[in-house]
T-cell receptor
Framework: NAGVTQTPKFRVLKTGQSMTLLCAQD?????MYWYRQDPGMGLRLIHY???????AKGEVPDGYNVSRLKKQNFLLGLESAAPSQTSVYFC????????????FGSGTRLTVV | AQSVTQLGSHVSVSEGALVLLRCNYS??????LFWYVQYPNQGLQLLLK??????LVKGINGFEAEFKKSETSFHLTKPSAHMSDAAEYFC???????????????FGKGTKLSVKP
């Protein structure tokens, strides 16, 4: 089925460890996004990309890096994980015309201990 | 700048009762408006959207929303709640006129709907 696939679905990290979350979409969407979701905070945009090779900061970028080497993939990296980064992470993608809405992945639940 | 306010972080209704989830937005340009639903341990799924056609928009699972420009509102309704409607609902706004970051969707903080038997 066409859509947005996130890997892994669950991960537990120790403070200071690094990891990369992978997002892949097969809808030929130009734009891709990384969000974190925390109770009572809604969705907060971490980084986004408007095309291959381009990325931009969102609302809460500190502690994260991203890369978009291929149009269909958007990677989110944590270089040195902190307990404050415990969250559920969602990837989304869209056409340039945001009126068509976003398609979301099923999320990655990350716990940093 | 655009913003979205969802009134009520939790709403509880009885099965068969009317569902009303409130969303107010601010936007200096014509908006796109969306409602998304998130079932437990899942991603967000598009429920319905307003993109300047009919002001009354029908979505999946019997939900609908009405765009009221004078009230800057886009409330979500369903005539009769079902147990399967229990989920978190997010309202979002974007701009029709902007590309890049200015066109990014802005999400409300969500309303968790509980349905009592």
């Amino acid at each position: 089925n066409a859509g947005v696939t996130q890997t892994p679905k669950f991960r537990v990290l120790k403070t200071g460890q690094s990891m990369t979350l992978l997002c892949a979409q097969d809808m030929n969407h130009e734009y891709m996004y990384w969000y974190r979701q925390d109770p009572g905070m809604g969705l907060r945009l971490i980084h986004y990309s408007v095309g291959e090779g381009t990325t931009a900061k969102g609302e809460v970028p500190d502690g994260y890096n991203v890369s978009r080497l291929k149009k269909q993939n958007f990677l989110l990296g944590l270089e040195s994980a902190a307990p404050s980064q415990t969250s559920v992470y969602f990837c989304a993608s869209s056409y340039r015309d945001r009126g068509r809405g976003y398609t979301f992945g099923s999320g990655t639940r990350l716990t940093v201990v | 700048a655009q913003s979205v306010t969802q009134l009520g972080s939790h709403v509880s209704v009885s099965e068969g009762a009317l569902v009303l989830l409130r969303c107010n937005y601010s936007s200096s340009v014509p908006p796109y408006l969306f409602w998304y639903v998130q079932y437990p341990n899942q991603g967000l799924q598009l429920l319905l959207k307003y993109t300047s056609a009919a002001t009354l928009v029908k979505g999946i699972n019997g939900f609908e929303a009405e765009f009221k420009k004078s009230e800057t509102s886009f409330h979500l309704t369903k005539p009769s709640a079902h147990m399967s409607d229990a989920a978190e609902y997010f309202c979002a706004v974007s701009s029709m006129n902007y590309g890049g970051s200015q066109g990014n969707l802005i999400f409300g903080k969500g309303t968790k709907l509980s349905v009592k038997p």
